[in-house]
């Protein structure tokens, strides 16, 4: 018990530590705390029964919550946090490495927010996207407007990360991202990112980000990263997007990744390319897609989509297909498509079928199906026809509590047969005075 | 090395404290909110003409444009979304896959559905990129059972 406790703490320590340091810093600064303080939230309990190939019963329950805290003392400070934590009712191993128990801290920080000019302070731990940065850090992220279009982001701490390498010693990351914007024609940001693990440098990277709408119904999107460290372009990824034409859109992708210097950073050896292994580690990569959209009417749309992947070494692969989708919101929502993946050997080949359907009865009931289907070119453990078909009902038992179970069933290369039952509770809370309706994403 | 992070995590506090001084002297911000109620999917683009129309919410929003959205203009999503619509799918450490989170609404275009243990194989082989977003650095412990 007392391990698991130390290994708990362990785990949440860079957080606490830096809670406690935004509390620290912030709070003396902060007025009286007042009672108007609003607390809104949501829990979301999943049970999930499941069998392992070799015929274990997993039973895993997982309690995710996350909520917030406005007004706190001043209505320009709240606090955020979202976590889970999970154990196996059947005492087996369910959350990886023999592990029966499993938790993790989301997110968890306080936020200081200003009227004007879009300025925060955010200060624990934090999820940053500023450009070349996708990261969790433990630490402080904080923006601000500046005058005549530019805007400024800093973050700075150590860095959230799984998997390896998990070098011992200190680990800091720090990036900064600059910006500048008219607000109907482009916005344009340079951003720089460095992360260091035990002294050494494990990323140092630069990118341009940009959004550019040079006239009504034309936007193009993308950006570029420059791996520092590695000395080479990592990517250019750019999008253009063309309608509405009446009830037609268009939009056309265009990347090129360079593997050398893409996956430099990655902390899993399964983006550790070795030469003569199946990914060539001087891999470079053209991407070019086209998707149509066409509005049938208010609840029809159909859509088709080709993708080409052009190699430098390997030979090519081409992914291509067709949606068709019916919406009428809040009471149904319906869609069928067909894609192949059309890779250079037939091992590399698929086919995959989907069609779900989801519809809401006696204003409370949400029945959904779900159908999935994967035939592949070449046979995995002698299977070729992999399939799923789940069911699902969520009855909304009160305004703000829901009750829903679904059953998949499934036939692939692992299993014969295999069934999962899943049920979950969702109930959505608010206390204080000033509590107002919970934001979308529950 | 640990007086090199004290001195980099000082020299950090240092602006964000002034940033927090010279905040706290501006008046108190409200709770960032739309104006209105949307209803989904946000259209932005029938009341706004500007930047925020290309927020439009299409189909192809979630699985192809909101990450540029979000690269430059994060704080627009909070507008709309608490922070762990963001968490639902961008995992530190998952075990449920968002799909089987939110098998009540299949319209949304969530990864990894049906058997993508074995399709993987080849999606990760065809485009290894497309992983690394999510995998490179957070959420691959379960990876490494069988990438060691």
């Known amino acids: 018990m007392k391990t698991t406790g130390a290994k708990l703490w362990k785990k949440v320590r860079g957080s606490a530590v830096c809670l406690g340091t935004a509390a620290a810093l912030l709070l003396p600064s902060m007025p009286s705390i007042a009672v108007a303080a609003s607390l809104t939230g949501n829990s979301n309990t999943y049970v999930l029964s499941r069998q392992t190939a070799d015929d274990t019963n997993l039973l895993p329950l997982y309690e995710y919550l996350d909520f917030a805290v406005q007004d706190l003392g001043t209505e320009s400070l709240s606090a955020h946090f979202g976590g889970w934590l999970g154990f196996d009712l059947n005492n087996n191993s369910s959350f990886g490495n023999g592990e029966k128990t499993g938790n993790d801290l989301q997110y968890g920080y306080l936020s200081y927010r200003a009227k004007a000019n879009n300025a925060v302070v955010n200060l624990g731990r934090v999820m940053v996207f500023e450009g070349v940065a996708a990261e969790r850090v433990d630490g402080i992220y904080a923006r601000t407007d500046i005058k005549g279009g530019f805007g400024i982001s800093v973050f700075g701490g150590a860095p959230v990360e799984t998997g390896n390498p998990d070098l011992p010693g200190n680990n800091v990351i720090y990036g900064a991202r600059i910006s500048h914007q008219n607000a109907g024609t482009y916005a344009i940001g340079l951003s720089y990112l460095k992360e260091d693990k035990d002294s050494n440098t494990f990323r140092e990277e630069e990118g341009v980000d940009l959004w550019f709408k040079p006239m009504n119904k034309v936007e193009v999107m993308g950006r570029s990263s420059y791996n520092a460290e590695t000395k080479g372009w990592m990517e250019h990824s750019y999008y253009l997007i063309l309608g509405p034409f009446d009830k037609l859109r268009f939009n056309t992708e265009a990347s090129w990744i360079n593997y050398a210097d893409y996956f430099q950073g990655a902390t899993s050896s399964v983006f550790q390319f070795q030469p003569g292994g199946p990914i060539d580690p001087n891999e470079k990569v053209n991407i070019l897609g086209e998707e149509v959209f066409y509005t049938i009417n208010n609840n029809w749309a159909a859509s088709v989509d080709y993708k080409i992947y052009d190699y430098t070494i390997a030979g090519n692969a081409s992914y291509y297909g067709a949606k068709v989708t019916y919406s009428k919101p809040k009471v149904y929502n319906a869609g069928a498509s067909v894609h192949r993946m059309d890779g250079e050997t037939d091992r590399l080949k698929y086919d995959e079928y989907r069609v779900y359907a989801s519809m809401k009865m006696m204003e409370k009931l949400v029945l959904s199906i779900d159908l999935f289907d994967v035939k592949y070119k070449e046979a995995i453990n002698n299977v070729t026809n992999a399939y799923s078909a789940s069911v699902d009902a969520s009855y909304e038992l009160m305004e703000r509590l829901k009750l829903g179970v679904d059953v998949e069933y499934s036939k692939n290369p692992d299993f014969d047969k295999e069934v999962r039952l899943l049920a979950k509770v969702s109930y959505g809370f608010e206390l204080g005075g000033g509590a107002t309706k919970p934001k979308e994403g529950k | ?148």
């Open chain 2, 1 to 148: 090395m640990r007086t090199q992070t004290i001195r980099f995590a000082a020299l950090l506090l240092i602006p964000v404290l002034a940033a927090a001084f010279l905040l706290s002297s501006v008046a108190a911000a409200a709770e960032m909110k739309h104006p209105v109620e949307v209803e989904a999917p946000a259209i932005c683009s029938q009341c706004h003409e500007d930047w925020r129309a290309s927020l439009d919410h299409t189909p192809e929003f979630g699985k192809l444009r909101h990450k540029f959205q979000a690269y430059q203009n994060k704080q627009a999503c909070g507008i709309c979304h608490v922070e762990s619509f963001c968490s639902d799918c961008h995992a530190h450490k998952e075990f449920l896959k968002p799909s089987d989170k939110f098998k009540d609404e299949p319209q949304r275009d969530l990864p990894h559905r049906g058997d993508y243990i074995n399709q993987h194989k080849i999606d990760g082989k065809i485009n290894p990129a497309s992983c690394m977003r999510c995998h490179g650095r957070q959420n691959n412990e379960r990876c490494q059972a069988c990438h060691r």
